[in-house]
């Protein structure tokens, strides 16, 4: 396999990964494409990035596309990743919505292998707790969502390694929320994971409609990953099946300056959130 790959391959490349998916690469990561690519290509047999682009230009079908995705996708994820946001669900955020309400809904976009709604599930859980009776009646579902069929099949196992239960769960939490296997991995208890619904969902071209409206939207760490134009989109229809009185919350690294959009920020603790302006 070539050890470059050209800039004019490069952009055949990286344009059709962002027709699919919305992910937009610049010519200066190009290593870092070349070394998420290469097994696929090796696996497909193709001998170069030249034969592989032109390939792109003809032949690609559903399934390949979904190799792609799945191989150009960072999924890097943890239990109750930066820790902020999930303080400010349980300090402030959850006693809010929970309040004179029946069901909440709640979107974790671009959930990755699960961590994210399973954090948020086991935060509602000690909150419901701790404030019985009196939110004990409420329901509540967490819709996970993730373009790549591969990690959302992981998250929906349930399944996690020892090192990553490592990765943000306390050993309280651990024996709380999960059963530990024959084999060494921890499985996630039923009753947790019955208010999850994991979908497939493109940013790129998702289609609202399929929503319910939703009182908290967690979509951390994904953005980053699209030009200017798809953010707004994504930052436009979020708005669209967000309450009025709900919450966006982004990544820590994350911002909306320079979108068009109708929100104001909230500082809650080290948490930024977005409410609407209404
Ligand atoms: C870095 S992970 C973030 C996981 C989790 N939200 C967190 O903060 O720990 C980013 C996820 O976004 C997903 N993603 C990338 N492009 C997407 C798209 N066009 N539509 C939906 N999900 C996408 C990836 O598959 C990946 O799992």
Same mark, same amino acid.
């Given at each position: 396999?070539?050890?470059?790959?050209?800039?004019?391959?490069?952009?055949?490349?990286?344009? #059709?990964?962002?027709?699919? =998916?919305?992910?937009?690469?610049?010519?200066?990561?190009?290593?870092?494409?070349?070394?998420?690519? =290469?097994?696929?290509?090796?696996?497909?047999?193709?001998?170069?990035?030249?034969?592989?682009?032109?390939?792109?230009?003809?032949?690609?079908?559903?399934?390949?596309?979904?190799?792609?995705?799945?191989?150009?996708?960072?999924?890097?994820?943890?239990?109750?990743? *930066?820790?902020?946001?999930?303080?400010?669900?349980?300090?402030?955020?959850?006693?809010?919505?929970?309040?004179?309400?029946?069901?909440?809904?709640?979107?974790?976009?671009?959930?990755?292998?699960?961590?994210?709604?399973?954090?948020?599930?086991?935060?509602?859980?000690?909150?419901?707790?701790?404030?019985?009776?009196?939110?004990?009646?409420?329901?509540?579902?967490?819709?996970?969502?993730?373009?790549?069929?591969?990690?959302?099949?992981?998250?929906?196992?349930?399944?996690?390694?020892?090192?990553?239960?490592?990765?943000?769960? *306390?050993?309280?939490?651990?024996?709380?929320?999960?059963?530990?296997?024959?084999?060494?991995?921890?499985?996630?208890?039923?009753?947790?994971?019955?208010?999850?619904? #994991?979908?497939?969902?493109?940013?790129?071209? &998702?289609?609202?409609?399929?929503?319910? &409206?939703?009182?908290?939207?967690?979509?951390?760490?994904?953005?980053?990953?699209? =030009?200017?134009?798809?953010?707004?989109?994504?930052?436009?229809?979020?708005?669209?099946?967000?309450?009025?009185?709900?919450?966006?919350?982004?990544?820590?690294?994350?911002?909306?300056?320079?979108?068009?959009?109708?929100?104001?920020?909230?500082?809650?603790?080290?948490?930024?959130? #977005?409410?609407?302006?209404?």
């Amino acid at each position: 396999m070539e050890d470059i790959i050209t800039k004019t391959d490069f952009k055949i490349i990286s344009g #059709f990964i962002k027709k699919i =998916c919305g992910i937009s690469l610049d010519y200066n990561k190009e290593y870092l494409i070349r070394h998420r690519l =290469c097994s696929l290509l090796e696996k497909k047999g193709f001998d170069s990035y030249s034969r592989f682009s032109k390939f792109l230009e003809t032949n690609c079908t559903t399934s390949f596309n979904e190799e792609l995705i799945s191989s150009i996708t960072v999924n890097e994820s943890m239990f109750f990743r *930066d820790m902020h946001p999930f303080d400010a669900l349980s300090g402030t955020i959850l006693k809010e919505l929970f309040r004179d309400r029946k069901k909440i809904n709640i979107w974790s976009a671009g959930c990755s292998t699960g961590q994210e709604p399973y954090s948020i599930a086991m935060v509602i859980d000690i909150f419901v707790k701790e404030n019985s009776p009196e939110f004990d009646d409420v329901k509540y579902t967490i819709i996970a969502s993730d373009i790549d069929p591969k990690v959302l099949a992981y998250a929906e196992s349930g399944i996690y390694s020892k090192f990553e239960v490592s990765r943000g769960l *306390d050993d309280e939490k651990l024996a709380q929320y999960f059963t530990k296997q024959n084999n060494g991995y921890y499985k996630i208890k039923s009753f947790l994971k019955e208010h999850i619904k #994991f979908v497939k969902v493109n940013f790129k071209d &998702m289609d609202i409609e399929i929503f319910p &409206m939703f009182h908290l939207i967690m979509l951390r760490n994904v953005l980053i990953y699209f =030009c200017g134009d798809l953010k707004t989109k994504i930052i436009k229809q979020v708005e669209n099946i967000l309450h009025e009185d709900g919450y966006l919350i982004i990544g820590s690294s994350e911002n909306l300056y320079s979108l068009q959009h109708n929100f104001k920020y909230e500082i809650i603790g080290n948490t930024y959130s #977005f409410r609407k302006i209404v």
